[in-house]
């Protein structure tokens, strides 16, 4: 019996692994998300809280296409080259532009948050989400969602 019982110690410990982990942005070992549940789930963004960090992942036809971490601190590491991260302005600016304006000054949008409209979101430096709401593709509504804290801290309309 006492040789069962090591051997299953040894099987679960081999498995489970035993290391120590430090909370740094970019530790390759925070990425496998898979069997995680989401923190935030907005259409094609989720975010995860790993470790005390959190991984914003982006997806695409059923796929990650972008993925991007940040610490506690609002450090971020972008774990792919596909994506630029927005500076973290003042959302006044956006009210009345034209979408078109928008992609051509900051690229097309991270992505679609929207279910059944669109409305396109960019990913700021410091953890936020800025997106769009659309009126004949003049920007009407602008709302930043903190992705670290899961809540809306400002909403701007015309």
């Known amino acids: 019996m006492k040789k069962v019982f090591i051997l299953l110690l040894i099987i679960l410990l081999t498995f489970c692994g035993c290391r120590i982990h ?3 942005v970019g530790d390759d070992s925070m ?5 995680v549940n989401p923190y935030i789930s907005l259409n094609s963004l989720n975010v995860y809280k790993v470790k005390g960090n959190f991984i ?4 695409m036809n ?4 972008n993925i991007v971490e940040f ?10 080259n596909d994506i630029k991260l927005l500076a973290d302005v003042d959302i006044d600016q956006y009210l009345g532009m034209n979408m078109d ?7 097309q949008p991270h992505t679609d948050i ?3 409209f669109y409305i396109p979101a960019y990913i700021t430096e410091n953890g936020y989400l800025i997106y769009f709401k659309l009126s004949d593709n003049i920007i009407f509504e ?3 969602m903190d992705l670290l804290n899961n809540m809306v801290v400002e909403t701007k309309e015309q």
């Open 22 to 24: 430090k909370n740094t």
């Open 31 to 35: 990425i496998n998300h898979n069997t």
């Open 56 to 59: 914003v992942s982006i997806y």
């Open 62 to 65: 059923n796929s990650i296409s």
């Open 71 to 80: 610490s506690c601190s609002r450090k971020s590491k972008i774990l792919n």
């Open 101 to 107: 304006q928008i992609i051509y000054k900051y690229g």
């Open 114 to 116: 929207g279910s059944g």
């Open 142 to 144: 602008v709302i930043k």
